[in-house]
């Protein structure tokens, strides 16, 4: 069932349809809803960029997709997770831990904590690959070579006995991600990979995961706080805030005419080359905690165009275009307005 | 001899004499190298490999390079917390390393450091206002009423409440906690700051807000800046100069716009295209420079050339060295 072929056309069916998710945590002081109503899809070989702040939802969203949330006080609380159309959220642990890694796989920040220092590359990039029946017995250590030389790791062969401490953070986050397509997956959850790398090394990755992408027909939900990352990876982006995504456009469209309030001010506030001699600016006030969400919008405290409306009623999401939704009150039309106030 | 940080003071001992006249530097790193000895077939290494710089009073100099290239070293080197293997340290003109005990206390307080991740910089156990203080009372020197009146207006002056103080560092956002750090560094009224990496473990919507309290602070308190990052982005809204860093050498330094606007060395264009805002469909996969695997340290010629879209026959024979382009820039490249 491997796909094969990039599929361009936001038309076809998705990849991964995620509607309506909500995510609750418990604990002592009570009930959290994290993920507070999430829908998005993502097409075959199509990259789709989750954005927002820490605590915006956005790990916990895509922890949810790898069903990893923590079971003693995290739960999928509603919605559907439909994965070539198979609810990811209806399946048993022993369906999930099946589909890990052979079908869907991620990697993660640090990529030093993501590797076993105490086992050799090879080790490490073997078991995966006998785990996902990738590789017979006798052929590992050169498969295991042959996925590293496709993550670009120069003498691959000779490098297979080296230990994680001896890789840079570039290196290691290819041997990570050579562990994570080691059983050929079609959707990779990668949250925040880049985080922890150089400008320079990040730009080479990004580079690196758009090429992995294009031959594998990879499809890829990229989370990340930084617009810039957004920019070199993804196709399209969803923006996050307290819980909901209030944005989602492709990548070009949300740059260049945000539609959100809260888009538009982390773009502004974003520190960039060619405005370094601007003035900076930054979005003033803190995003509320799960347990105190205002009753209207949740950004409308912090937001400069905040009405009256705003405070009161949540905003539904509006399509601004075909590709291009919002959840805000400005762009609701005249029409629907009337309607409202009666 | 105890000459109290102020911004003007005048140098104990001539300047240096490559020092462009007119401008006295608060700090001269001059020929810096560290050399860590290796253990057995590990041939050890050369962090910090002949470099040398000034910074004035009241200016920002950003020390830029990717992770190994030296430049938390130098920092190390300069806040006296590592010894050089050669070259020396110059504040207002006097080595530091032949400083005597009161000269090396003055020195300690003066240069004040900001360290990326104040999780792992602040003591969690300590409630802020202890934070803030220690310095302060570790130094000596301050009344006990002044100290407590030094903390409460410099947790103000970063914009913590007044009652910041008797809580403990979990209790902030990340934003906050870098706040704190900063004001542990402020409470000194040092002379000049280290700030490495100091918004790279915030969200972007707040980096712009730490970095506007430090452009803030430096005119209020007239402080100088060397800020250390990877990030042209990030520094370009902080540093007047800027010093390019690889494998432990400066490639290329100059003023901010020489830098930012006609970067010389190709190391400095490929962090400037890095750090840029680039969809997909416009990076150049085909050209620029090789990835960081490339990364080695040639014996002969040029350390930059193995990764150099540039590279021709004479960068591996001959050791490029620093020339100047201009009166203020300077950039160590055969091609440049």
């Keep these: 069932m491997a796909s094969s072929g990039v599929v361009d056309t936001a038309d076809a069916a998705p990849l991964l349809s995620v509607e309506d998710l909500v ?83 991620m990697i993660l920040q640090d990529p030093l904590t993501s590797l076993n220092p105490v086992f050799s590359i090879r080790r490490q990039v073997v078991e995966a690959l006998r785990l996902h029946r990738e590789a017979p017995p006798d052929r590992g250590r050169e498969k295991a070579a042959a996925l590293l030389a496709e993550m670009r790791i120069p003498d691959a062969d000779s490098r297979l006995d080296s230990y994680p401490h001896q890789f840079s953070g570039g290196m290691r986050q290819r041997v990570v991600s050579a562990i994570a397509l080691a059983g050929n997956p079609r959707l990779l959850i990668a949250d925040e ?76 506030a974003s520190p960039r080359l060619e405005a370094r001699k ?28 905040a009405m009256e409306r705003c405070r009161r009623e949540a905003p539904p999401e509006i399509w601004i275009d075909q590709r ?19 | 001899m105890t000459d109290r940080p102020v911004a003007e003071g005048p140098a104990a001992e ?12 608060i700090l001269v ?84 450091a900001v360290f990326q991740d104040p999780q792992s910089s602040l003591n969690p156990r300590m409630r802020v206002g202890a934070i803030v203080r220690e310095p302060l009372v570790a130094a000596g020197g301050t009344p006990r009423a002044e100290v407590r009146a030094r903390v409460a ?49 915030l969200d972007v919507s707040v980096r712009s807000q730490i970095l506007a309290l430090l452009k803030d602070l430096q005119s209020q308190f007239r402080m100088s800046y060397l800020l250390i990052s990877h990030d042209l982005a990030t520094a370009g809204h902080l ?36 750090a840029r805002f680039a969809f997909a469909d416009e990076v150049d996969t085909k050209r620029g420079t090789a990835d960081e695997t490339a990364v080695s340290r040639p014996v002969t010629g040029c350390r930059f050339r193995t990764r150099c879209p540039m590279a021709e026959e004479i960068c591996a024979r001959v050791d490029p060295q620093l020339h100047a382009v201009s009166p203020t820039q300077q950039v160590a490249c055969h091609l440049a």
Aim: net charge neutral.
């Design chain 2, 153 to 201: 207006e410099t947790l103000e002056r970063v914009g913590l409440e007044a009652d910041a103080a008797h809580r403990f560092p979990h209790q902030f956002s990340g934003g906050q906690r870098q706040r704190i750090a900063i004001a542990r560094a402020l409470a000194m009224r040092p002379e000049l700051a280290v700030l490495d990496e100091p918004v790279a473990s």
């Design chain 1, 193 to 268: 990979p880049t985080t922890s790398l150089d400008v320079t090394v990040q730009a080479h990755f990004l580079r690196l995961l758009r090429e992995i992408q294009d031959s594998h027909g990879l499809s890829i939900v990229f989370v990340t706080h930084d617009l810039g990352v957004i920019a070199r990876i993804c196709h399209r982006a969803a923006v996050m805030y307290a819980g909901r995504i209030v944005e989602e456009a492709p990548v070009r469209q949300l740059f260049a005419a945000p539609a959100h309030p809260y888009t538009r001010a982390l773009l502004e």
């Design chain 1, 324 to 342: 291009h939704r919002a959840a805000c009150w400005l762009h609701a039309n005249g029409e629907d307005e009337r309607h409202r106030d009666g």
């Design chain 1, 23 to 105: 995510v609750e945590f418990h604990n002592r002081e009570g009930v959290s809803r994290v993920v507070d109503g999430v829908t998005f899809s993502v097409g075959r070989g199509e990259t789709l960029g989750l954005l927002g702040e820490s605590g915006c939802g956005k790990t916990v969203t895509s922890l949810a997709l790898m069903r990893l949330l923590p079971s003693r006080s995290g739960r999928i609380a509603g919605g559907r997770l439909l994965f070539e159309g198979t609810d990811l959220a209806t399946l048993s642990e022993e369906q999930m831990r099946r589909l890990r890694g052979s079908a869907i796989s």
């Design chain 2, 239 to 274: 540093c007047d100069r800027i010093a390019v860093m690889y494998l432990g050498r400066i490639v290329e330094t100059g003023s901010a716009d020489e830098v930012y606007d006609s970067p010389r060395h190709p190391f400095t264009r490929e962090l400037l295209e890095a």
């Design chain 1, 278 to 305: 601007r003035p900076l600016t930054w979005i003033a006030g803190q995003p509320p905690s799960p347990r105190a969400r205002p009753p209207g919008c949740a950004f409308a405290p912090r937001c400069p165009a």
């Design chain 2, 29 to 112: 790193a001059r020929n810096l190298e560290r050399r860590f000895d290796g253990h057995g077939r590990d041939g050890g290494i050369v962090a910090v490999d002949g470099v040398s710089f000034e910074i004035g009073a009241c200016e920002t100099l950003g020390l830029i390079g990717e992770s190994g290239c030296g430049k938390t070293t130098t920092a190390k080197l300069l806040l006296g917390l590592d010894k050089p293997t050669g070259g020396s340290v110059l504040h207002h003109g006097r080595d530091v390393a032949s400083l005597d005990r009161e000269g090396r206390r003055t020195y300690r307080r003066s240069v004040q």
């Design chain 2, 14 to 25: 001539g300047p240096a004499a490559d020092e462009p006249a007119g401008r006295s530097a």
